[in-house]
Protein backbone atom coordinates (compact mmCIF):
# COMPACT_ATOMS: atom_id res chain seq x y z
CA UNK A 1 0.00 0.00 0.00
CA UNK A 2 3.10 2.37 1.04
CA UNK A 3 4.61 1.59 -2.43
CA UNK A 4 1.35 2.46 -4.48
CA UNK A 5 0.70 5.74 -2.56
CA UNK A 6 4.59 6.71 -2.83
CA UNK A 7 4.53 5.97 -6.47
CA UNK A 8 1.68 7.93 -7.23
CA UNK A 9 2.67 11.32 -4.88
CA UNK A 10 5.96 11.28 -6.63
CA UNK A 11 5.24 10.57 -10.27
CA UNK A 12 2.71 13.90 -9.67
CA UNK A 13 5.51 15.76 -8.71
CA UNK A 14 8.17 13.95 -11.23
CA UNK A 15 6.39 13.53 -14.36
CA UNK A 16 7.67 15.70 -16.89
CA UNK A 17 5.43 17.48 -18.26
CA UNK A 18 4.08 18.51 -14.33
CA UNK A 19 8.18 19.11 -13.72
CA UNK A 20 8.65 21.46 -16.23
CA UNK A 21 4.94 23.68 -15.30
CA UNK A 22 6.78 23.85 -11.55
CA UNK A 23 10.18 24.68 -12.19
CA UNK A 24 8.92 27.71 -14.45
CA UNK A 25 6.41 28.52 -10.95
CA UNK A 26 9.17 28.43 -9.01
CA UNK A 27 11.95 30.18 -11.25
CA UNK A 28 9.28 32.76 -11.35
CA UNK A 29 8.78 33.28 -7.71
CA UNK A 30 12.80 33.12 -7.23
CA UNK A 31 13.43 35.63 -9.66
CA UNK A 32 11.45 38.20 -7.69
CA UNK A 33 13.16 38.13 -4.53
CA UNK A 34 16.40 39.58 -4.47
CA UNK A 35 18.13 36.64 -3.09
CA UNK A 36 17.33 34.36 -5.52
CA UNK A 37 16.72 36.33 -8.55
CA UNK A 38 19.62 34.96 -10.57
CA UNK A 39 18.61 31.26 -10.06
CA UNK A 40 14.78 32.10 -10.70
CA UNK A 41 15.99 33.75 -14.06
CA UNK A 42 18.29 30.35 -15.11
CA UNK A 43 15.53 28.16 -13.55
CA UNK A 44 12.57 29.50 -16.12
CA UNK A 45 14.77 29.73 -18.73
CA UNK A 46 15.84 26.02 -18.34
CA UNK A 47 12.71 25.02 -18.02
CA UNK A 48 11.43 27.04 -21.36
CA UNK A 49 14.47 25.34 -22.95
CA UNK A 50 13.18 21.94 -22.59
CA UNK A 51 9.31 22.85 -23.25
CA UNK A 52 10.56 23.82 -26.81
CA UNK A 53 12.82 21.02 -27.02
CA UNK A 54 10.07 18.70 -25.99
CA UNK A 55 7.28 20.54 -28.17
CA UNK A 56 9.12 20.84 -31.68
CA UNK A 57 11.52 17.43 -31.67
CA UNK A 58 11.39 14.17 -31.30
CA UNK A 59 12.30 13.84 -27.91
CA UNK A 60 9.56 11.76 -25.93
CA UNK A 61 9.40 9.39 -29.57
CA UNK A 62 13.45 8.96 -29.03
CA UNK A 63 12.88 7.91 -25.46
CA UNK A 64 9.77 5.76 -26.44
CA UNK A 65 11.40 4.08 -29.46
CA UNK A 66 13.66 1.19 -27.26
CA UNK A 67 10.32 0.32 -25.89
CA UNK A 68 7.82 0.13 -28.42
CA UNK A 69 10.38 -1.55 -30.89
CA UNK A 70 10.99 -4.26 -28.08
CA UNK A 71 8.34 -6.58 -28.73
CA UNK A 72 7.35 -6.96 -32.48
CA UNK A 73 4.28 -8.04 -32.71
CA UNK A 74 3.39 -11.28 -34.85
CA UNK A 75 -0.20 -13.32 -34.88
CA UNK A 76 -0.13 -15.75 -32.74
CA UNK A 77 -0.76 -19.08 -34.55
CA UNK A 78 -2.05 -22.45 -33.27
CA UNK A 79 -4.20 -23.15 -29.62
CA UNK A 80 -4.90 -20.28 -27.91
CA UNK A 81 -5.79 -20.59 -24.31
CA UNK A 82 -6.32 -17.48 -23.39
CA UNK A 83 -6.44 -13.57 -24.27
CA UNK A 84 -5.67 -11.17 -21.25
CA UNK A 85 -6.23 -7.50 -21.77
CA UNK A 86 -4.47 -5.13 -18.84
CA UNK A 87 -6.22 -2.07 -18.27
CA UNK A 88 -5.20 2.10 -18.58
CA UNK A 89 -7.06 2.56 -21.75
CA UNK A 90 -10.77 3.67 -20.00
CA UNK A 91 -11.78 7.10 -18.09
CA UNK A 92 -14.40 5.73 -15.43
CA UNK A 93 -14.72 9.32 -14.10
CA UNK A 94 -15.92 10.16 -17.72
CA UNK A 95 -18.07 7.24 -17.82
CA UNK A 96 -19.55 7.45 -14.38
CA UNK A 97 -20.47 11.32 -14.91
CA UNK A 98 -21.82 10.71 -18.62
CA UNK A 99 -23.04 7.29 -18.43
CA UNK A 100 -21.26 6.61 -21.77
CA UNK A 101 -17.58 4.26 -21.32
CA UNK A 102 -14.71 6.74 -22.20
CA UNK A 103 -11.76 5.70 -23.77
CA UNK A 104 -8.43 7.35 -23.79
CA UNK A 105 -5.26 7.21 -25.77
CA UNK A 106 -4.64 4.04 -25.63
CA UNK A 107 -8.10 2.71 -27.18
CA UNK A 108 -6.43 0.02 -29.03
CA UNK A 109 -6.19 -2.21 -26.18
CA UNK A 110 -9.97 -2.34 -26.35
CA UNK A 111 -9.77 -2.90 -29.99
CA UNK A 112 -7.10 -5.44 -29.79
CA UNK A 113 -8.61 -7.31 -27.41
CA UNK A 114 -11.97 -7.19 -28.95
CA UNK A 115 -10.65 -8.45 -32.10
CA UNK A 116 -8.77 -11.46 -30.37
CA UNK A 117 -11.53 -12.75 -28.72
CA UNK A 118 -13.53 -12.44 -32.07
CA UNK A 119 -10.64 -14.48 -33.78
CA UNK A 120 -9.91 -17.02 -31.13
CA UNK A 121 -13.80 -18.10 -29.52
CA UNK A 122 -12.23 -21.42 -27.86
CA UNK A 123 -9.93 -18.84 -25.90
CA UNK A 124 -10.63 -17.65 -22.16
CA UNK A 125 -11.17 -14.05 -22.15
CA UNK A 126 -9.64 -11.88 -19.15
CA UNK A 127 -10.00 -8.04 -18.58
CA UNK A 128 -7.64 -6.74 -15.28
CA UNK A 129 -8.17 -3.28 -13.87
CA UNK A 130 -9.32 -2.03 -11.01
CA UNK A 131 -8.81 1.86 -9.93
CA UNK A 132 -5.07 2.75 -10.09
CA UNK A 133 -6.43 6.08 -8.59
CA UNK A 134 -5.46 7.59 -4.93
CA UNK A 135 -7.99 9.44 -4.74
CA UNK A 136 -10.96 7.94 -6.42
CA UNK A 137 -10.48 4.02 -5.66
CA UNK A 138 -13.83 3.10 -6.35
CA UNK A 139 -14.24 4.36 -9.60
CA UNK A 140 -13.03 0.92 -11.33
CA UNK A 141 -12.60 0.56 -14.87
CA UNK A 142 -14.80 -2.73 -15.06
CA UNK A 143 -17.72 -1.05 -15.32
CA UNK A 144 -16.22 0.89 -18.31
CA UNK A 145 -14.73 -2.25 -19.98
CA UNK A 146 -18.34 -4.34 -20.16
CA UNK A 147 -19.80 -1.00 -21.99
CA UNK A 148 -17.01 -0.44 -23.79
CA UNK A 149 -16.56 -4.35 -25.17
CA UNK A 150 -20.39 -4.26 -25.56
CA UNK A 151 -20.51 -1.30 -27.78
CA UNK A 152 -17.31 -3.25 -29.98
CA UNK A 153 -19.53 -6.67 -29.85
CA UNK A 154 -18.08 -8.63 -27.40
CA UNK A 155 -21.11 -10.16 -25.11
CA UNK A 156 -21.12 -9.39 -21.42
CA UNK A 157 -20.45 -12.90 -20.11
CA UNK A 158 -17.83 -13.78 -22.63
CA UNK A 159 -15.00 -12.12 -20.60
CA UNK A 160 -13.73 -13.08 -16.97
CA UNK A 161 -13.22 -9.48 -14.81
CA UNK A 162 -10.55 -8.77 -12.10
CA UNK A 163 -11.57 -5.71 -10.56
CA UNK A 164 -9.36 -5.37 -7.61
CA UNK A 165 -5.79 -4.35 -8.95
CA UNK A 166 -4.22 -1.35 -9.11
CA UNK A 167 -1.06 -1.81 -11.11
CA UNK A 168 0.35 -3.76 -13.35
CA UNK A 169 2.25 -6.54 -10.82
CA UNK A 170 -1.21 -6.70 -9.28
CA UNK A 171 -2.94 -7.22 -12.58
CA UNK A 172 -0.40 -10.05 -13.02
CA UNK A 173 -0.83 -11.10 -9.42
CA UNK A 174 -4.65 -11.51 -8.58
CA UNK A 175 -5.22 -12.64 -12.80
CA UNK A 176 -3.54 -15.76 -12.67
CA UNK A 177 -5.21 -16.30 -8.58
CA UNK A 178 -8.18 -15.80 -10.49
CA UNK A 179 -7.81 -18.38 -13.52
CA UNK A 180 -5.12 -20.31 -12.60
CA UNK A 181 -3.37 -21.06 -15.94
CA UNK A 182 -1.88 -24.64 -16.78
CA UNK A 183 1.59 -25.24 -17.61
CA UNK A 184 2.06 -25.86 -21.33
CA UNK A 185 -0.91 -23.12 -21.92
CA UNK A 186 -0.95 -20.54 -24.67
CA UNK A 187 -1.93 -16.75 -23.39
CA UNK A 188 -1.88 -13.88 -25.45
CA UNK A 189 -1.02 -10.88 -23.13
CA UNK A 190 -2.58 -7.44 -24.92
CA UNK A 191 -1.43 -3.79 -23.64
CA UNK A 192 0.04 -0.92 -24.90
CA UNK A 193 3.54 -1.37 -27.46
CA UNK A 194 5.39 1.17 -24.45
CA UNK A 195 4.46 -0.66 -21.81
CA UNK A 196 4.90 -4.60 -23.20
CA UNK A 197 8.45 -4.85 -21.72
CA UNK A 198 7.50 -4.26 -18.37
CA UNK A 199 4.46 -6.34 -18.56
CA UNK A 200 6.42 -8.94 -19.86
CA UNK A 201 8.98 -8.95 -17.04
CA UNK A 202 6.47 -8.96 -14.42
CA UNK A 203 4.20 -11.72 -15.78
CA UNK A 204 7.34 -13.87 -15.81
CA UNK A 205 8.66 -13.00 -12.44
CA UNK A 206 4.72 -14.08 -11.51
CA UNK A 207 5.63 -17.65 -13.20
CA UNK A 208 2.94 -16.78 -16.22
CA UNK A 209 4.57 -17.26 -19.61
CA UNK A 210 2.46 -14.87 -22.26
CA UNK A 211 2.54 -14.15 -25.56
CA UNK A 212 2.96 -10.56 -26.15
CA UNK A 213 0.63 -8.28 -28.40
CA UNK A 214 1.60 -5.01 -28.47
CA UNK A 215 -0.94 -2.84 -29.57
CA UNK A 216 -1.45 1.58 -29.19
CA UNK A 217 1.61 2.58 -31.01
CA UNK A 218 3.38 5.87 -30.62
CA UNK A 219 5.98 6.32 -32.84
CA UNK A 220 6.89 4.65 -36.88
CA UNK A 221 7.48 1.39 -36.80
CA UNK A 222 11.30 1.95 -39.03
CA UNK A 223 12.38 3.38 -35.41
CA UNK A 224 12.50 7.45 -36.73
CA UNK A 225 10.54 9.26 -34.49
CA UNK A 226 7.30 11.18 -35.11
CA UNK A 227 8.10 14.75 -35.31
CA UNK A 228 4.71 16.63 -34.94
CA UNK A 229 4.23 20.36 -33.61
CA UNK A 230 1.86 19.49 -31.40
CA UNK A 231 2.59 20.04 -27.74
CA UNK A 232 0.13 18.07 -25.82
CA UNK A 233 0.89 14.66 -28.08
CA UNK A 234 4.44 15.04 -28.00
CA UNK A 235 4.60 15.79 -23.75
CA UNK A 236 1.83 12.71 -23.33
CA UNK A 237 4.65 10.33 -25.12
CA UNK A 238 7.54 11.75 -23.28
CA UNK A 239 5.65 11.55 -19.94
CA UNK A 240 4.49 7.74 -20.85
CA UNK A 241 7.98 7.02 -21.58
CA UNK A 242 9.82 8.35 -18.70
CA UNK A 243 7.40 6.52 -16.79
CA UNK A 244 7.81 3.33 -18.20
CA UNK A 245 11.68 3.37 -17.78
CA UNK A 246 11.25 4.62 -14.31
CA UNK A 247 8.89 1.46 -13.56
CA UNK A 248 11.14 -0.68 -15.41
CA UNK A 249 13.92 0.52 -12.91
CA UNK A 250 11.77 0.59 -9.70
CA UNK A 251 9.68 -3.03 -10.21
CA UNK A 252 13.57 -4.72 -11.18
CA UNK A 253 15.00 -3.01 -7.83
CA UNK A 254 11.87 -4.45 -6.20
CA UNK A 255 12.29 -7.82 -8.04
CA UNK A 256 8.75 -7.64 -9.73
CA UNK A 257 10.62 -8.30 -12.92
CA UNK A 258 12.68 -11.02 -14.23
CA UNK A 259 15.44 -8.48 -15.63
CA UNK A 260 16.29 -4.85 -16.45
CA UNK A 261 14.66 -4.36 -19.41
CA UNK A 262 12.43 -7.74 -20.53
CA UNK A 263 12.77 -8.60 -24.24
CA UNK A 264 11.64 -11.52 -26.05
Request: no cysteine; net charge positive; charged share 20%.
Amino acid sequence: MLSFILSKLLWGIFAPGNALVLAVALGALLWRTRRWQRAGRRLVTLAVLLLLLVMYTGLGALIALPLENRFPRAEPEGRIDGIIMLGGALNPPITADRGDPSLNEAAERILGFADLVRRHPEAKAVFTGGSGRLLAPDLKEDITARAALLQAGIPADRVLYEAESRNTWENAVLSKEMVKPQPGERWILVTSAMHMPRSVGIFRAVGWEVIPYPVDYRTKHDATPWLRFEFGQNLVILDDAVREWIGLTAYRLMGRTDSLFPGP
